[in-house]
């Protein structure tokens, strides 16, 4: 098939990819580039787990193909972190509630979240409520908490 | 705060009963952790399973001629190129099934939909996937049979040529006849649960390769051990097959037998190169393992002041169309049919029977799960019938330690059932009133005996590999896998507490049959309780053996050392050296610092002819409530308050035990409510992951935990498995709190609003 040339933004750097029409953006983060912290859960976006953040709204990357994404801003879960790994507050939220269990829903859980109460705050509702946090959350599943601790977690960064 | 605060600790233990971020944890918030989809090989191929579209079908062609002259393709493969093409199962050892194979790929013969027939290795995925869809396979349909009473009807059609009925487990105690035609009242009920899907949100996936002659697989697996089946399935030794599990993103059972192992195994050794194979979701949902529905039929018999005097339990399981675990899972069904009650005569039989439905094997909760919903209705039916309260009646019948079970063994840990049902009824406050007309509320409550540790007469073992290294860190070695439950890090507690290394000082290194000891699998509840107590046994032993050349050195007897923080002391908070110092010492003197153990668990036998003998090691008890409001016009159920209590035994890390609660619940409320994988003859009705409804973050209420540790479980410290039990009570919780609401008792899951209907309008669904 033919490729295309594009630039992904991802996580602050400007990457030149050859791309199939048909690659999904999903395919070319974790295959392409090697960011684990984007993860095929569904491919029929219901699940979250390849949630990204493009031009700072969290979107699905099976559903979006990367030709979709050129030139555009893409932030991964890696992409929130300090120099040398420096834990983002809200993933310090997460280390201490014990809002991981298996860990693979945890990177879209954490960019969903944090768009909620980025949105909340900059639109002057102030922290987002649990039931807000919950109705933001619908799109990411996770099987193994019961969703109570990623909750806690949640609203302890909100309360930051 | 949404769950209780973990309270202080007074044990003696500074490491266990901590809630420690342990190193799993911090690969996971940060996204870095690799599950087994994330690696990739130069040269790597892409691997796909083609599948049978029908339920029931001979094999009249196979065509690959366009396949493999597609380009990009390096391999398809049949049945014709498995050199054993036989998986065999025997779940139970042997002990009471058939001996019914599995192929590899099917050869002549499709029995479900989702059978693999064939399989592609290609360049891209998508030059595999394309040429899956030119294999030209000719079928011819056969009669199929879809549910397992049917199977069992005469002249039903053979899904396997020596006949339909896989196991059938009988457990006999008393004279349940006399003591039913005596009983003051006999209580009936028959229970129906569905097909239910696992819904880990990592799908299978792997990575295969050969190297210096040795095939390895990299994939998301609960159980290395399969590397001596996949050897037999290659005619290979077993030492030329190294199977290595990732981290799981949750496995749940799912991941107990085989999945992507033999199709990887098949096309790495076949083409020499790298290979990885990715199930899509929806292949997932077609062709893997599922949940059993069973069909349970009780019949209880108790006296006027609510003693149970008898129950008879028949219970049939759809194994679907191979054994897989099956006949375990009944069995577990069966041992645990009567629940956390005295039933002095009892007569339960547990049949599995093949169908041609997808096969099921194991699924949290393994069985044992299944049978709360009867054993719990039937209390709550019995309660009704002599006019006791629901907790009255079963405080009147609990089993306490020193009680027989049917099966003739002995409890010999306590029971402390009832205290958490209090625990669990005391979380949950005063009674809600309707939010409105047309609503009803209702509380409901369920009790649970849940086994951890696999059946008895498997002479369960577990090693662990512990070495202080040169520079006093220490290295865990341990067969066992992670699911995302904390598998590896409580290991990492148990060795800092015996031997006072801290947590950042302490690496693991688990699930890699070649390299580490053997830790038997990550199911049925078993490996805090197994590798738990292998840790331990291997740190206390190693500790005795360096302890003489510390004490040596501090001039005090060895008895009288401290182990913390790193150090080794006379006493605590006195002078000490380090662990370093110690590993240093023990070298010049020819003293070994690595420490090899093996722990074996109690063994015993069963008699499947007179279904008496030995069955689990030991039981995790524990209560769920819940209150609930149905709405009469719409027969939605809204959970309003959720509560968990369970006799742990004893934390070793608290916070994932109640995460273990919490998340046990869910999965529950789900099954109990919302989750149906419905198999309509043969074909699956969900296609797709938006048409199986797993819950959501707004689905549920929070689930408020409590944790009893009574200290007597046969775990490492005390210690009872809560990996599997908090799922087994839901579903009865919100069945008895529905009946409270309403009046009326739900028999089906899930028990969905359109069923809820039918009940209020005194239809049977």
Request: proline fraction near 6%; include cysteine; aromatic fraction near 6%.
């Amino acid at each position: 098939m033919t490729q295309r040339q594009i630039t992904l933004i991802v996580n602050d750097r400007d990457h030149e990819l050859w791309v199939a029409p048909s690659d999904t953006l999903l395919d070319v983060l974790h295959d392409g580039l090697g960011l684990a912290d984007v993860r095929y859960g569904c491919g029929e976006g219901v699940c979250g787990t390849c949630t990204v953040l493009l031009d700072g709204e969290p979107v699905s990357g099976c559903l979006i193909l990367a030709v979709q994404a050129a030139g555009r801003q893409v932030t991964t879960l890696r992409g929130l972190m300090g120099p040398g790994e420096e834990l983002h507050p809200l993933q310090e939220c997460f280390l201490r509630r014990g809002a991981a269990q298996c860990g693979f829903c945890t990177p879209g859980m954490m960019l969903t979240a944090l768009d909620l109460v980025r949105r909340s705050v900059s639109q002057g509702r102030g922290r987002p409520s649990r039931d807000e946090i919950r109705y933001a959350l619908v799109g990411n599943l996770c099987r193994c908490t019961g969703y109570t601790k990623i909750l806690d977690a949640i609203e302890e960064y909100a309360d930051q | 705060m949404t769950t209780r605060d973990l309270q202080p600790r007074t044990e003696p233990y500074r490491i266990v009963g901590t809630s420690p971020a342990h190193h799993d944890f911090v690969d996971k918030v940060k996204g870095s952790l690799l599950y087994a989809a994330d690696w990739q090989l130069p040269g790597m191929l892409h691997g796909r399973v083609v599948r049978s579209p029908v339920p029931s079908a001979r094999i009249t062609g196979l065509d690959v001629t366009a396949a493999r002259a597609r380009p990009g393709v390096a391999a398809v493969l049949t049945a014709a190129d498995v050199p054993n093409n036989q998986i065999v199962e025997l779940a139970s050892g042997g002990l009471a099934e058939l001996q019914v194979t599995m192929p590899v790929l099917a050869a002549g013969r499709v029995r479900y939909t989702g059978e693999p027939v064939a399989v592609v290795a290609a360049a891209t995925q998508q030059m595999a996937d394309e040429a899956a869809e030119l294999i030209a396979v000719d079928y011819d349909e056969l009669p199929g049979v879809f549910d397992p009473e049917s199977a069992r009807a005469d002249g039903a059609p053979r899904v396997h040529d020596v006949g339909n009925t896989l196991v059938s487990w009988q457990i006999r105690s008393g004279d349940v006849a006399g003591a039913l035609a005596a009983a003051d009242v006999v209580v009936e009920g028959e229970y129906r649960t569905q097909h239910v899907e696992h819904a880990y949100l990592e799908p299978e996936a792997g990575v295969g390769w050969v190297e210096n002659g040795v095939l390895t697989l990299r994939v998301s697996t609960q159980v290395i051990e399969h590397a001596a089946m996949i050897a037999h399935i290659l005619g290979l030794s077993q030492s030329k097959v190294r199977v290595i599990a990732a981290y799981m993103g949750g496995g749940f059972g799912g991941k107990e037998d085989m999945t992507v192992e033999p199709y990887l195994a098949l096309l790495a050794w076949h083409t020499r190169r790298p290979v990885r194979m990715i199930w899509d979701r929806q292949e997932s949902l077609l062709a893997s393992t599922k949940r059993h529905p069973f069909v349970m039929r009780y019949r209880t018999g108790a006296d006027q002041d609510g003693t149970i005097t008898a129950q008879q339990v028949e219970i049939l399981g759809d194994a679907g169309a191979y054994p897989n675990l099956s006949p375990r899972v009944l069995f577990a069904a069966a041992a645990c049919a009567c629940g956390p009650y005295r039933v002095p005569n009892a007569s339960i039989t547990s049949t599995a029977v093949f169908t041609n439905n997808v096969p099921s094997s194991a699924f949290r909760g393994f069985g044992a799960m299944q049978v709360v919903l009867g054993y719990e209705s039937q209390l709550d039916l019995l309660a009704g019938r002599l006019g006791l309260s629901r907790t009255e009646l079963r405080e009147r019948n609990f089993l306490a330690k020193g009680d027989l079970l049917p099966t003739g063994e002995r409890l010999d840990t306590c029971v402390e059932v009832a205290q958490t049902m209090h625990r669990a009824l005391g979380m949950l406050g005063a009674p809600p009133r309707p939010s409105g007309p047309g609503k009803l509320t209702g509380r409901g409550i369920g009790c649970n005996r849940h086994p951890y540790g696999r059946t008895i007469w498997f002479r369960d073992r577990a090693s662990a590999w512990l070495s202080l290294q040169a520079d006093g860190t220490l290295l865990i070695r341990s067969g066992v896998t992670d699911l995302g439950a904390g598998q590896a890090a409580s290991l990492c507690q148990i060795a800092a507490e015996v031997l006072g290394a801290p947590l950042d000082d302490i690496s693991i290194y688990i699930g890699d049959s070649a390299l580490n000891p053997p830790a038997g699998g990550t199911f049925a509840t078993r490996q805090l309780y197994m590798s738990g107590n292998a840790v331990l046994h291997a740190a206390r032993e190693l500790r005795e053996r360096i302890a003489p050349v510390a004490a040596d050195l501090l001039g005090v007897p060895a008895d009288d050392l401290d182990w913390a923080g790193g150090h080794v002391r006379a006493e605590a908070g006195g002078p000490g050296i380090t662990l370093a110092e110690l590993a240093a010492a023990c070298d010049r003197r020819a003293v070994s610092t690595a420490h090899l153990s093996t722990w074996r668990a109690e063994a015993g036998s069963f008699d499947p002819r007179t279904g008496q003998g030995d069955t689990f090691p030991d039981y995790t008890y524990g209560t769920h409530a819940a209150d609930v409001e149905v709405d009469t016009e719409t027969g939605q159920v809204t959970v309003l308050r959720y509560a968990a209590c369970h006799d742990v035994g004893r934390a070793i890390n608290p916070m994932r035990v109640q995460g273990q609660i919490q998340g046990g619940a869910v999965q529950g409320l789900g099954y109990a409510l919302t989750e149906d994988m419905a198999i309509e003859d043969g074909y699956a009705q969900a296609a797709l992951f938006a048409d199986y409804l797993i819950p959501n973050a707004q689905d549920f209420p929070d689930v408020l935990v409590d944790i009893v540790e009574s200290g007597e479980g046969k775990g490492p410290l005390g210690a009872r498995g809560i990996g599997e039990p908090p799922i087994g009570n839901v579903a009865a919780t919100i069945a008895s709190a529905i009946h409270d609401a309403i009046g009326v008792r739900p028999d089906r899951l899930p028990m969905t609003p359109e069923r809820i209907l039918a009940l209020l309008d005194g239809r049977h669904p």
